[in-house]
């Protein structure tokens, strides 16, 4: 049974940082794609960063410079580093995983940026 597990999320003032990982069990991380999204309140849900099957990563442009991902494929751990919070980050997010055609998702961990 395929399960991910965020962590990390929490309250932080606008300039903080903040390190979530997401736990991956049930599956072997691999070549398969994998990123971080969030949903902000009224909105849709938005691709935060990913890493492609090929190794490629990308970020949307409003984190570019600010949010770096990474994966520890001998853990089955992916992380998304955040650094210069602002308000406008506050969402919820969540980690995805492509695994044998299928996409996987967590249950998502709530990170507040307020003063």
């Known amino acids: 049974q395929v399960q991910l597990v965020e962590s990390g999320g929490g309250l932080v003032q606008p300039g903080g940082s903040l390190r979530l990982s997401c736990a991956a069990s049930?599956?072997?991380?691999?070549?398969?794609?994998m990123g971080w999204y969030r949903q902000a309140p009224g909105k849709q849900r938005e691709l935060v960063a990913d890493?492609?099957?090929?190794?490629?990563?990308n970020y949307v442009a409003s984190v570019k410079g600010r949010f770096t991902i990474s994966r520890a494929g001998d853990k089955n751990t992916l992380f998304l580093q955040m650094n210069s919070l602002r308000p406008e980050d506050t969402a919820v997010y969540y980690c995805t995983v492509n695994y044998a055609y299928q996409n996987y998702w967590g249950p998502g961990t709530q990170v507040t940026v307020s003063s």
């Open positions: 049930g599956i072997i991380f691999g070549r398969n794609y």
């Open positions: 890493i492609t099957r090929s190794g490629n990563i």
